[in-house]
Each structure stands twice: as structure tokens, then as C-alpha cells.
């Protein structure tokens, strides 16, 4: 074989960090980012493995002879093969900085909050990094756009924006606000408060208050007496104080922008100078100007500099099992073409973001690989009169900035085409896709939602076909594409280059894009639209090509046909151009990739737009050209993303309050942090992979695990028959461990194969044979209610009486409401490692999990061994968000039962698709209702059913209902309710607790059925919401008396900050003078209750161990996923013991220290956890004090060291029991919550009504969150729960197939917001200045993970207030029903027009079809 290429080389020479490395024989089916964590740099995270999250970042560099210049690019690992890195420099975020010395970048995202769960954070690091080599002096825009490739699931975004621009030329600096028109304002300085004090000698600020305000802190005062006499600066009424609020309650100086300064003032600077060089070898290696080539194959990786030539590789696998067996490199055209003769059916490789998302979730094998990236005839660039030639495999980043350049040179008229290459540019994919992706690749893949082919096609583009023989071909575009992924190509030609014409004048071209989300999304449609006139705007060409819209990029001929030799300009022509689109792309109901209707709507108003912005560019007039400024996507796009976070100084603590920076954050953003797959393997570990059942509902006939056996390297196959204890979990015990005769989803695990390796034991899951016998199934909300298909319980809350209140009512409406699931989408996935202790049934487990105690708890029952024996332990967690709650158990007790059998360590980290199709999502809600409510709008009774899709079993669906039902009421008082709730049971998995846990759902369900009542009243909803506000003292539908509520207050607060009224004046005025682009605002309350609605859940521990060197190790029974809940219980601990926080570590969760632990959960493990650490640290403290008094002066570690040799305990255990909970669901009494947080959002939106897309312009939150343990942390969850909501009410929809498989199985068709969906403008504030008269919480804090959640869901209620602009323009009066999530989809088709209505499929056309996807 190697003959085929020679010389040539079979081992591959790049630099890591700096460092040399020669792999002989490398592994032909490994990634960089496999190799990279088998070496331990295992900083690099595995998010999703197809290109979809950024977690896999790295910078590689390369010197390129094309341009003479080092090339440092951001690319996913993960979907580079490790053979692409021969000649390059990769580094990584372990090859910038320690936690003890970070880079500038590390130090700067972790110091600001910009790292919660940590898991993303490396990847946004080497993004960062990246842009600062190739540019060190970046502005904010490229800043932001550098992380389109990079999603966060925990911060929502702002912070890390922030600490990024810190780095910019034209950077937002602390100190300095945001005005409505994104100009920036300097805040006037506050002199002499560095160290936090108002300025008053004796401050209490500068003392450690250990005692917490248990008894609700009333007035503010930390008791503390000043050496200068008198009291408190807060409760001598010393308004001047630099802390104190205004007569209003406004917050006069703001800590948030104080703490940000002096954190900002302590930064080193950034010195672009000091960064790793690249290597000179590779400059030399590039150039071919290294060892002669006899020298072959004798470099190892202790060679000298100069000993390996750059050659062709030719590597054969040493591996009979690995897919690839074969791989080349050739470094010509007529090598390549060599090959290919020798292996016609050879796998071409260029970026590889096709071919490897095709091997990975496809599990496509392609034996022979070549790898096309490296030969310099495919990446050259040709210029002519008539038009330029492009290189096949040039990247699509070089594409972008030659096509940039051209425009440049020869001006707008002649490069319409390449502008609309460029415009389609802009949103294709990530930076780290475009960093290696080819255009070959795009057109080669013949993709029929390519982003570049119908562009190219409408450019009259060519395609250049090379053979064996220095044959060119050269095909046009249009013939290019035969059916659906197949083109014209021989498999002896390689595509060389693609030509693309110069524009004339007359010639008009536009490309538009429409996808789910605007960064890092394939489209659901896109189009290049072309047109050339003559002087009297007679049509004399004219090329329609759409994506989206066929099995493979198509003409839209009839349109064409209906232009040729027409008058641009003529309105009857755009119509029949309109109705010839329809007729020709019209898709029908069933249509693979579903949104028929949406599709053919996308088509037609694709040219509409064009037809307004080409008649504008002709100077056409006509009335659509008049509104073609507002169809240009630039009107609302990429305006940068400020902030605004506002709280006042903590006057009372020294520690417990201060936005003090997440403990790890370090060790996050250099990616010393270890999450369970980083622990390095144990000696004979095995890994497990899964065996899923593709049914929805089945018996199980047989299972045959002969073949996977077979197969060297596995080493068992479980399934049911295997457990030894107890098959049955989950707390309503009806989930088996494993199925052992029906499967209930589709999805679900049936058996577990344990093999050396994850490659191989996956190859025998899939060889695993299960025999099934088909059930019938039921997967949505409401075919289940038709069913009947519910569970047994019932949970009702009845008040009053609804019959008379519905009779006495102006205005009786019935409807419903509906909110769909939600996947968590943790950037880091299940994983678990059981390690068997080798002695007795001892295991330590290693999971990432939010309930250590239910993981050891079940494990060992279904060992059938004492929970003594087991142990559970988390260091930390890349986001649980409610979804390793109960489900992540069942993962471990697999690894457990894997390691029980084979006493040897057992691992497994769920690939994403496995993860989303496994795990459980947040429920679906359907609420029926009949409200009765008076002509103001005022509500007088409410009767609703309230049904969720609780999955195959209970898991904890019956307390997500309670919440539900008792979130209903929202913020609003009703006299008379009757709520009712079931749970259906239906054949998806189990849906679980999620971050707000049915609260959200309630409030949605309620919050939908208001609109339509103010619609039905031609009423604004903030009307109704203002109007039936419960008041202080009001009582719930759960019988709760509203005390300490400040909902009202807030709700006045922020509209007046905010300029609610003057901006729905704006709002009203723009939409009056805007077709096409509506505003909407909304102004959304909520309250959440806080507590478990299980009363014995609600109970924290700890376990205080002082050392004799004076530090501390703190333990509680609370798990870490990035909220700060270890920061904040250290707080605590420093401020109790009166030491500084550094004192404090707090290694783990484990069983062992923190015994019969809740889960951290519902809202409440700072309030829980954080009372018991405090009690032990009070213990202590109470025990250490004689000695501290008899040693004023001495450090801690010698009063710690004498009170052990003085024999005085130094460990003590807190305990802390929520006092007063606990609820009767029959009696409807007794304390449901202790307490609820509060919040208020206004939201502001723009909304393309074309299109269906979106801006947030701006969002402004005010929060009660008590008096905060971390206010920096609490506003982190603030944002970042917003954001959810956020995703959860517009991108986020998931999608089943009909026959019961999950559809949407990873980040390429379940859309998270990207950064560039946060608010344009983004103010949160913290509610300050309140006497809490009942509060009787830890420091009086209250619990903030979930409560913001449900403010997200402010953007639907303004798109839908910005829907119902549209609609009544156009003259449409009634209600508007509007599901959630709304996506661009469900927008486009609400705003009904007559595009909307020349798409619609008649109802005889849908009769008896399936749609492609369902919601469930
Ligand atoms: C996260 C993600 C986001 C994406 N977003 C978009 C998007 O927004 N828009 C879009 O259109 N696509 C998108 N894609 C798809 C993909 O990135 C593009 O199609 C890209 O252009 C493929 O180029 P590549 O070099 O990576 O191709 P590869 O994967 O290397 O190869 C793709 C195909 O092209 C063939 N090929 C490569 N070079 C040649 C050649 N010279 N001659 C003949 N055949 C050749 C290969 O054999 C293979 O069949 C996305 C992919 C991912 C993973
Ligand atoms: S892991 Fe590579 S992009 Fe998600
Ligand atoms: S911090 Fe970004 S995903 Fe957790």
C-alpha cells in the first residue's frame, strides 16, 4: 500500500503545549480530543461529540504556505480526526495557566463569574484565547462572535460576555451604565470604600458578625457597636451611609459595579508577548524544508529538530477491528488522484464536520480515508475578468475573508453573489466548523439544507471536477445535483474548485437563511434568489434556488419562468411568482423534517423579501420596497449584549453577603477541575455501554447476546435476570432496574455489556439482539387524556365556590393551555464509576449525581447488600439542573451491578444522544380551564384540569404536579378555584424534576389563559395582572397567608426603573410605523415556593472537622453543579468561625460525611445545609472561644492546635430541620412553603414576521432574594435561570418521530439559547431595603436555583404581545392561542398573512397523515 504514495510516512509529528510529539501507527479512528484526555490533558471536555457545543475547544495552529502565515484557529476536537494534526501546534486550555497562575483569560472569566458548572468553561477559554492570538486588540463585536460555536447551559451568558470584553479595544468598563441606546454612561465613584466599609470608623462591615438573623434581622442592623460610640451606620438612620438606599428603596451606590471594579483593578495585564510561540520546526516542516527525505521513518520523539521530512502519509491500522484501516495524506492533486484510482471508494476527509458527524451518530465506517486538506492545488484561489475560482477545500473562515476582500476591490455592483456567499456565511455554523470546514465538503455532501449550494446554484456557479490524467470537468451547479445526497460527481473525480461568476449591473442577489436558532444552526430553509434586468427593469435572468425545500437544492423553475422577460416591479408579478412557489415547493403534511406548512410559508416569503430589497436596490418604487430597510436581518441582529447587575453593599457580614467568586472557578477555567470521566482509570477497568430498545412499548422476546460476546475484548452481558437484590427502584417503586419482560419507551436500557473498552463495548451493544413483540403506544399529553392513560393519583385544591363565581361572572371563557418539554441539557453528561474495594461487597461510587444518598441507597438494594458498604461520593457536577436528581441513580446502580459481577471498575458517560433519549425531561402541561372574570378583567372563579406527561412511571412526576397545581395561582388572587391535576402515564421516559419542578408549568398554564382574557377584553394582559394582584395578607389556594410580600412593590419598582410606560408607548409607535417588524413588551410576576414537598426532606447536615494547623473541612449534604452552593456554605463557615475563607475547604459530598442526605434540590440546600454548617461551625465557635479570649492575639492554628492539646473536640456535626412545614393535600392545611422568592421581568422584543425570528432588545429583572449569601452568585442564577426559561418558552422543543423514538437526540436539532439569544440588554437588580417580618431562614436568605426560572417565559409573553400587533394589523380580533415553546415556526404562522395562508395544507389534505415529529 504505502508504494501507492512514496516515500511516505506512517507516523504523524505535531506539538502539544509546546511539547514535540511523533505517534507511530496512530490509532486511524481516534479524535484529537480522545487522544488529548488519553494523554491526561483531559481539561478538553466531551459535551456532545458532534460539533454542536464547544465544550471540546482547542486552538490549533498551522503554518500556511498559501498565505505565509501562522494560522491559529478555535476547532472541536472531537470531530478531528487526530491524523489531520500532523505538522500543526495544538494547545490546549491545560497549555495557558494554573489555578496558581492562570492565564489572563482563565483569571479574568473565572473572577467574574463567568464559570459556574465549568464544564463549558475550557471551551469558551480556548475560543477566547484564539481570537486574542490572532488578534490581541479585538472589539466587543468580535469578541461576542467568537463564541458562536460555544454554548453554556448555567450563566445565560452575560458574565462571561463581560469578562471577555474586558479584553476589548472599545470595552465596556465597570463604573459606567448602559443607556437605552446602548451608549455607555459613567457611574459617579464612591471614594474610600476599598475595603468594603461605608467610610465610618468601626464599620461593621469590617468585622466577621457571627450570630445569624434567625429572627429576621428586622431592621437591618448587624447589632454591632462603632469604637466612636453609637450603633449600626444602618440603624442610626445614617442615610448618607455609602450603603444606604434612597427614599425609594433605590440602591444609591452599586456594590455589584464596585465589586466588579476592584476585581477588574487587580487583574495582571495581558501581554500578548508571553504566549507560547509557535513551534519554528513547524514553520521549517511546512516548507518542506526539514530532513531529507531518506531519512524516513526514523524520528522518534527523542529526535533532534531537523530529522522528519514532511511526506505523503500512508498509514495502514495496526488494529484489524478499527473502521478505518487504511489512511493517506497526499500532498498533490495527481497523488490523490493516484489513490483514488487504487480506491475508488476511498472516503475523502476534509474538515471532517460532515463525514465525522456521519461516523458518530450514523455509525457510518469508511475503511480507507484520504485526507484532501493538505494539497495545495485545492486551496488555490484564481481570478479572472468574468469570474473567481475558489479552491475545493479551502476553509470556509478563508472563504469568508477572500470573499470579504473581493468585495472590497471591485465594489458592491459586480460582487452581489459573493455578498450573498458571505451573508450566508455569517450564520453557518460555529467558528470552530468554519475553521475547518471546506466548501468542498458542503457541496460534495449535497446537503439538501447546504447553506452555500443554493447560493452558489443562483450565482451560476460552476462546478470543477478534476481526474485521473489532469482531466477537468466542469459542471454547472444546476446539473450538479441529482437527488437527495447524490450529485453528478464520478467516483474517479474530486471536486477542484468551484467558479463563481461576477454580478452585471442590472443583477441583484440575495441569500436568505432560516433556522431554528440564528448562531450555529443547519436551516430549515434557505434560498439564493438572483435577478437581472435591463434598463427598463425588463427581467432578463433569473435563478430561484432554495434548501429546505426537496430532497436536494432545487430551482424554483415556474417562478423563474413566471419573471423571464416580465417587468420588475409589477405587483401582479410578485403574486404569481408568490402562488408558482407554492405550487412548485408546496410540501406535503408528512414531509421529512416536518413544519410543512412553515416551509412553504419560508419559501414564499423568501420572495417577497427579495422582491422588496431587489426592487429597493434597482430603485424600483413600489410599496414593498418602501418597507425593505426593515427586511435587511441587519435591522435587528448582533447589536451587542450589555448588562446591568445592581445590589446594594452588605453592611452587616463580613463575609456571608459579598459577591465573592465561586471557589473553583479557577480550577474550572484551567481545566484543573475533575469531573467523573477526567478520574483517571483504575488497573482493569471496564467500560460499559448500553443496550436501547428501539420500541416504544414491546414484550420482550429474547435476548441473544451470543455475537456480542464473540467479540474480543467484551467481558459480559447483564441484563434483568443478573440483578442480585432488588430490581425495582424509583420511590413509588414501578421502574425495574432492568426490563425483565416489557420495555416502556423508547430508549429504554435492556441490557449492559461490559467490555475493555467504550469503542468496543459499544460495538457490542449493538450486536446485542433483542427479539421484541410490538405494543401499542401512547406518547402525547393529550392522546393520554383520551386514553385515559393517567395514574392513580389525584391532587386537588378547591376554595370557594367556582359554580356560583362562574354564574355571577361578566365573562365565562374556556380554553386551554399547553407547555412542552424541556431537555436539561447539562453540558456534561450521566456518567458513573463503581469501584469495587475488593474486599467483602464494598464499593465506592463515583457519580455524577444530585442525590448521593438515593445513589447509595438503591445501589445497595440491588446488590442486596447493607448501604453501610457503599459509598457515594461527587466532587462536583458539569449541571444537574433537576435531571441527575433521581435519574442519574439508575446509572450507577448499572456501574454498581457491572462492577458487583466482574469485581473490577466499572465506568460509563453517556454519549449525548444516549443521555437525551434516557434521561427524563422536564413535564409537558396541558391545562384545561374555565375562568369567569368582570368586564375590568377583574378574575371571580377558575375551575382547571391540569394534566402532565409523566413518562412510563412515577419517578417524581406526583411531586412536579403538587407544585404545579399549587403554583397555578401565580401572583394573582381568585376567589374561587377548583384545580385539579393527574399525571398521564405514557410510553416516553420518565419526565423528572427539572430547575422549577411544575412551578413554571403552573404559572405558564395561568399565565396563557390571562392573555387570552386580556384579549378577549381588548386589553393589554399587564392590566389583568396588575388588576387581581394578591395583596400582603392574602391567602393562597393553598391556604398560605401572604406575608413578607413584595411582589406589588417590585411590580412598581421595576416598571418605573425600567420605563414601562413610556416604553409601551415606543413599542406602540414603532409597531405602528413597521410592517414587518413588531415589537412586544411584557411585564411578568412570579412567586416560588420554597421547601420539599416531601416534609422529611426538607432537613440539611454537616460535618465540621477543625485541623490542627487551624484549617477547616467542611462537609454537608449538599452536591455542587456550578451554583455556588460550596461557596456559599464556606461563606458561612468562615463567617460563623470568624476566619478568613481561605481557611475553609470543602472537598466533596460523600455518604460516609454527610449521611441520609436530601438532594440538592428544590431551591432549598443553601437554606438547609447552610443552617446545619452553621450550627456545627457554632458549636465549634462556642467551643474555641475561652481559648481564643485567653490568646487575643495568637493565629488560629496555635489556638486550634491548644485546644487539641487541651483535649477540646475540634469536629462537630450540624443538624437543621425546617421548622413549621408540612402540608395535608386532603384537608388542604398546614404550611406548604415557608417562604416564597419573588421576582418581577420586563421583557422587550422584536420580531420578524417574516420569519418568525427574534431579538430580546432587553430584559430588566428585579429579585427578592432575601439578604443573599453571595450576591454576585445569586444575580449568576438569576441570569442563567432566565435564560432556560428563556429557551424553555421559544428554541427548546423536543421532538418525538410518531412511532415513539425520540427525534430530538442532541444539539443539532435541539436548540438551547446561544449567547447571541440572550437580551441585547440585560438589568438585574436585587430588592434591598426590606424588613423581613417572618423570614426565618439562614441569614435571612432565601433559596434563588430555581425561582427565576419562569421570568424567561417573559420573552413568549412578548413575542406574543408582538404576535398580536401583527394579527391586528391585519385585522385579526380574536384570542390568540399560542403553545410554548414559540419558535420562530409557531411565531411565523400566529402572525397570519396572505403568505401564511397560500401555504396552509387543507384539513382534506392532513386527514388520517402523521406529521414527521410530534410534541408530546
Ligand atoms: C455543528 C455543525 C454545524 C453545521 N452547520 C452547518 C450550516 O450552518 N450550514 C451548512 O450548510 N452546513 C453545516 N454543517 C455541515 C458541514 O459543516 C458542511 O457541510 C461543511 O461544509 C462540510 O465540509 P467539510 O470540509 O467538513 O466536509 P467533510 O466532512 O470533510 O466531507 C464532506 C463530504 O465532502 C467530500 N469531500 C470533501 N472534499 C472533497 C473534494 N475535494 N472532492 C470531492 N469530495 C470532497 C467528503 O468525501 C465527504 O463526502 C454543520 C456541521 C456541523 C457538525
Ligand atoms: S464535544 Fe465537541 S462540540 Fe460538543
Ligand atoms: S458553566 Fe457553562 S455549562 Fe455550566
Same mark, same amino acid.
Given at each position: 500500500m504505502a508504494a501507492l504514495l512514496s516515500p511516505s510516512r506512517d507516523n504523524i509529528l505535531f506539538y502539544v503545549n509546546g511539547a514535540r510529539v511523533v505517534v507511530e501507527a496512530?490509532?486511524?479512528?481516534?479524535t484529537l480530543l480522545q487522544y488529548l484526555r488519553s494523554a491526561g490533558l483531559t481539561g478538553t471536555k466531551l459535551g456532545c461529540g458532534e460539533g454542536g457545543c464547544g465544550a471540546c475547544t482547542v486552538m490549533v495552529s498551522r503554518y500556511d504556505t498559501a498565505e505565509q502565515r501562522i494560522i491559529h484557529a478555535s476547532v472541536n476536537a472531537c470531530l478531528c480526526p487526530l491524523y489531520t494534526m500532523d505538522g500543526k501546534h495544538v494547545i490546549t486550555v491545560e497549555g495557558l495557566g494554573t489555578a496558581k497562575n492562570p492565564h489572563s483569560v482563565q483569571e479574568r472569566i473565572a473572577l467574574l463569574h463567568g464559570s459556574q458548572c465549568g464544564f463549558c468553561t475550557p471551551g469558551f477559554v480556548m475560543s477566547l484565547y484564539t481570537l486574542l492570538r490572532n488578534n490581541p486588540n479585538p472589539s466587543e463585536l468580535e469578541i461576542e462572535e467568537c463564541f458562536d460555536g460555544n454554548l453554556c447551559r448555567c450563566t445565560g451568558y452575560r458574565p462571561i460576555l463581560d469578562a471577555a470584553k474586558t @479584553?476589548? &479595544?472599545d470595552a465596556w468598563k465597570p463604573g459606567s451604565t448602559v443607556n437605552a441606546d446602548g451608549s455607555a454612561t459613567a457611574m459617579p465613584k464612591k471614594q474610600g470604600m476599598g475595603d468594603g466599609s461605608c467610610g465610618i470608623d468601626g464599620c461593621c462591615r469590617l468585622k466577621p458578625q457571627p450570630e445569624p438573623a434567625q429572627d429576621g434581622n428586622a431592621d437591618g442592623c448587624c447589632g454591632a457597636k462603632k469604637a466612636s460610640g453609637g450603633g449600626c451606620c444602618r440603624k442610626d438612620g445614617r442615610e448618607d451611609s455609602a450603603v444606604a438606599c434612597d427614599d425609594q428603596g433605590e440602591v444609591s451606590v452599586n456594590e455589584a459595579e464596585r465589586e466588579k471594579a476592584e476585581v477588574i483593578a487587580k487583574f495582571q495585564k495581558y501581554d500578548a508577548s508571553r504566549e507560547l510561540i509557535f513551534p519554528p520546526f513547524l514553520i521549517r516542516y511546512a516548507k518542506g524544508n526539514t530532513a531529507a527525505i531518506d531519512s524516513v521513518n526514523s524520528s522518534s520523539s527523542s529526535s533532534s529538530d531537523n530529522d522528519i521530512p514532511r511526506l505523503p502519509l500512508a498509514i495502514t491500522s495496526r488494529n484489524p477491528a478499527s473502521w478505518c484501516q487504511q489512511f493517506y495524506r497526499p500532498l498533490t492533486l495527481e497523488d490523490l488522484l493516484a489513490v483514488l484510482r487504487q480506491h475508488p471508494q476511498a472516503k475523502l476527509v476534509a474538515g471532517n464536520s460532515e463525514v465525522g458527524v456521519e461516523m458518530r451518530l450514523k455509525k457510518a465506517k469508511f475503511p480507507v480515508q484520504v485526507f484532501v486538506n493538505d494539497i495545495p492545488e485545492l486551496q488555490a484561489i484564481s481570478k479572472c475578468s468574468e469570474q473567481v475560482t475558489f479552491g475545493a477545500n479551502i476553509s470556509l473562515e478563508r472563504f469568508a475573508r477572500v470573499l470579504d476582500g473581493l468585495i472590497k476591490a471591485h465594489g458592491p455592483e459586480r460582487t452581489q453573489s459573493f455578498a450573498a456567499l458571505r451573508d450566508n456565511l455569517r450564520f453557518f455554523a460555529g467558528n470552530q466548523i468554519r475553521n475547518v470546514a471546506t466548501i468542498a465538503g458542503n457541496i460534495a455532501t449535497a446537503s439538501p439544507i447546504s447553506d452555500l449550494n443554493p447560493v452558489f446554484m443562483a450565482a451560476n456557479a460552476t462546478v470543477i471536477l478534476a481526474s485521473a490524467g489532469a482531466k477537468y470537468r466542469r459542471v454547472p451547479m444546476s446539473e450538479f445535483f441529482l437527488g437527495y445526497r447524490r450529485t453528478a460527481m464520478q467516483p474517479s473525480e474530486v471536486i477542484y474548485g468551484v467558479s463563481v461568476p461576477f454580478n452585471v449591473k442590472g443583477e441583484v442577489v440575495r441569500a436568505f437563511k432560516q433556522a431554528k436558532r440564528r448562531d450555529d444552526d443547519i436551516a430549515i430553509v434557505t434560498c439564493g434568489l438572483r435577478v437581472r434586468v435591463d434598463q427598463s427593469n425588463k427581467v432578463t435572468d433569473a435563478s430561484f434556488a432554495y434548501g429546505g425545500m426537496a430532497p436536494t437544492t432545487v430551482l424554483a423553475t415556474k417562478a423563474m419562468e413566471c419573471a423571464k422577460d416580465e417587468v420588475w416591479g409589477e405587483p401582479l408579478l410578485l403574486n404569481r411568482m408568490m402562488q408558482a412557489v407554492q405550487e412548485q415547493l408546496r410540501l406535503d403534511f408528512t414531509v421529512p423534517g416536518g413544519m410543512a406548512e412553515y416551509r412553504t410559508t419560508l419559501a414564499i416569503s423568501f420572495i417577497y423579501k427579495f422582491w422588496a430589497l431587489s426592487c429597493r436596490a434597482l430603485s424600483i418604487d413600489c410599496l414593498e420596497a418602501a418597507a425593505a430597510d426593515e427586511m435587511e436581518d441587519d435591522a435587528a441582529e448582533r447589536t451587542l449584549c450589555k448588562g446591568k447587575q445592581e445590589y446594594a453593599s452588605v453592611t452587616d457580614r463580613a463575609i456571608v453577603g459579598k459577591g465573592v467568586a465561586h471557589l473553583s472557578a479557577l480550577r474550572q477555567t484551567t481545566g484543573e477541575a475533575r469531573y467523573i470521566d477526567d478520574m483517571p482509570t483504575v488497573t482493569g477497568e471496564l467500560y460499559m455501554a448500553l443496550v436501547l430498545s428501539p420500541h416504544a412499548h414491546a414484550r420482550i422476546v429474547a435476548i441473544d447476546s451470543e455475537s456480542a460476546l464473540a467479540i474480543a475484548g467484551v467481558h459480559r452481558v447483564l441484563t434483568a435476570k443478573d440483578v442480585p437484590g432488588s430490581n425495582c427502584w424509583n420511590i413509588f417503586h414501578d421502574e425495574e432496574i432492568l426490563p425483565s419482560e416489557e420495555v416502556h419507551y423508547a430508549g429504554q436500557p435492556v441490557a449492559l455489556v461490559l467490555a475493555d473498552n467504550q469503542r468496543i463495548a459499544q460495538e457490542a451493544a449493538r450486536a446485542v439482539n433483542v427479539a421484541y413483540e410490538a405494543l401499542p403506544a401512547v406518547l402525547t399529553v393529550r392522546d393520554a387524556v383520551a386514553q385515559g392513560s393517567l395514574f392513580a393519583e389525584e391532587r386537588v385544591l378547591r376554595n370557594g365556590d367556582v359554580d356560583s363565581g362562574l354564574a355571577k361572572s361578566d365573562y365565562v371563557l374556556s380554553g386551554d393551555s399547553y407547555c412542552g418539554a424541556q431537555e436539561h441539557f447539562y453540558l456534561e453528561t450521566m456518567a458513573s464509576i463503581t469501584v469495587p474495594k475488593g474486599e467483602g461487597d464494598e464499593f465506592d461510587i463515583f457519580s455524577s449525581t444530585q442525590n448521593p444518598t438515593e445513589t447509595q441507597m438503591v445501589c445497595a438494594e440491588v446488590l442486596g447488600v447493607p448501604a453501610s458498604q457503599i459509598v457515594c461520593h461527587v466532587k462536583r457536577m458539569g449541571g444537574g439542573f433537576g435531571g441527575k436528581e433521581s435519574r442519574s441513580v439508575l446509572l450507577a446502580a448499572f456501574t454498581t451491578l457491572g462492577a458487583f459481577h466482574t469485581n473490577r471498575s466499572v465506568r460509563i458517560m453517556l454519549d449525548r444522544d444516549e443521555d437525551m433519549r434516557t434521561s427524563g425531561q422536564r413535564h409537558p402541561f396541558l391545562g384545561r380551564w374555565t375562568v369567569g372574570f368582570s368586564r375590568a378583567g377583574q378574575l371571580q372563579a377558575l375551575r382547571m384540569q391540569v394534566f402532565s406527561n409523566g413518562g412510563f412511571s412515577h419517578d417524581l412526576s406526583i411531586g412536579v404536579l403538587e407544585r404545579a397545581v399549587s403554583h397555578v395561582d401565580n401572583c394573582y388572587r381568585i376567589p374561587a378555584t377548583e384545580i385539579v391535576g393527574r399525571v398521564c402515564r405514557t410510553n416516553t421516559q420518565s419526565n423528572t424534576a427539572f430547575r422549577s419542578f411544575g412551578g413554571c408549568q403552573g404559572m405558564f398554564l395561568l399565565e396563557s389563559m390571562l392573555c387570552e382574557i386580556a384579549d378577549h377584553l381588548g386589553k393589554h394582559v399587564e392590566e389583568i395582572r396588575a388588576l387581581n394582584m394578591y395583596q400582603a395578607n392574602d391567602i393562597t389556594p393553598f391556604s398560605q397567608v401572604l406575608d413578607d410580600w413584595n411582589v406589588p412593590r417590585m411590580w412598581e419598582q421595576l416598571a418605573s426603573s425600567a420605563q414601562y410606560a413610556e416604553r409601551r408607548k415606543a413599542v406602540d409607535e414603532f409597531n405602528s410605523k413597521s410592517r414587518f417588524r413588531k415589537r412586544g413588551l411584557a411585564q411578568l410576576p412570579t412567586k416560588f415556593g420554597i421547601s420539599f414537598g416531601v416534609k422529611h426532606l426538607n432537613q440539611g447536615m454537616s460535618l465540621v472537622h477543625v485541623y490542627m494547623d487551624g484549617s477547616v473541612l467542611v462537609a454537608h449534604g449538599g452536591t455542587e453543579m456550578g451554583q455556588g452552593l460550596h461557596t456559599k456554605m464556606a461563606q458561612i463557615a468562615a463567617e460563623t468561625l470568624g476566619l478568613p475563607l481561605s481557611s475553609i475547604f470543602i472537598s466533596e459530598t460523600a455518604t460516609n460525611t454527610a449521611a441520609n442526605t436530601s438532594p440538592t434540590a428544590a431551591s432549598a440546600s443553601s437554606d438547609l445545609n447552610g443552617f446545619a454548617v452553621y450550627n456545627a461551625c457554632k458549636t465549634l465557635a462556642d467551643r474555641l472561644r475561652p481559648y481564643r479570649e485567653k490568646m487575643p492575639n495568637e493565629p488560629f492554628s496555635k489556638i486550634a492546635r491548644t485546644a487539641y492539646l487541651d483535649r477540646c473536640s475540634l469536629t462537630a456535626a450540624g443538624h437543621y430541620a425546617t421548622p413549621d412545614i408540612g402540608f395535608n393535600w386532603q384537608k388542604n392545611e398546614g404550611l406548604l412553603y415557608f417562604y416564597f422568592t419573588q421576582g418581577v421581568a420586563i421583557a422587550e422584543v422584536e420580531l420578524d414576521t417574516l420569519t418568525g425570528t427574534h431579538t430580546t432588545r432587553r430584559v430588566d429583572i428585579m429579585m427578592d432574594v432575601g439578604k443573599s449569601l453571595n450576591k454576585a452568585l445569586d444575580i449568576g442564577q438569576i441570569e442563567g435561570a432566565f435564560a432556560q426559561g428563556q429557551g424553555w418558552t421559544t428554541s427548546e422543543e423536543f421532538l418525538y418521530f410518531p412511532n415513539g423514538p425520540? @427525534?430530538?437526540?442532541?444539539?443539532g436539532n435541539y436548540k438551547i439559547p446561544s449567547a447571541l439569544d440572550i437580551p441585547r440588554d440585560f438589568r438585574v437588580s436585587l430588592l434591598e431595603n426590606v424588613d423581613y417580618k417572618t423570614l426565618k431562614t439562614i441569614y435571612s436568605s432565601k433559596g434563588i436555583g &430555581?425561582?427565576?426560572? @419562569?421570568?424567561?417565559s417573559s420573552v413568549f409573553f412578548a413575542l406574543r404581545d408582538a404576535v398580536m400587533a401583527a394579527r391586528k394589523e391585519r385585522g385579526i380580533q380574536s384570542p390568540l392561542h399560542m403553545e410554548s415553546p414559540a419558535t420562530p415556526e409557531i411565531l411565523r404562522m400566529a402572525c397570519v398573512d396572505e403568505m401564511v395562508e397560500l401555504a396552509r395544507i387543507p384539513e382534506t389534505m392532513k386527514e388520517g397523515k402523521v406529521p414527521f415529529v410530534v410534541r408530546i
Open positions: 496512530p490509532d486511524l479512528d481516534q @479584553f476589548a &479595544e425520540l @427525534f430530538t437526540q442532541g444539539p &430555581e425561582p427565576p426560572l @419562569f421570568l424567561g
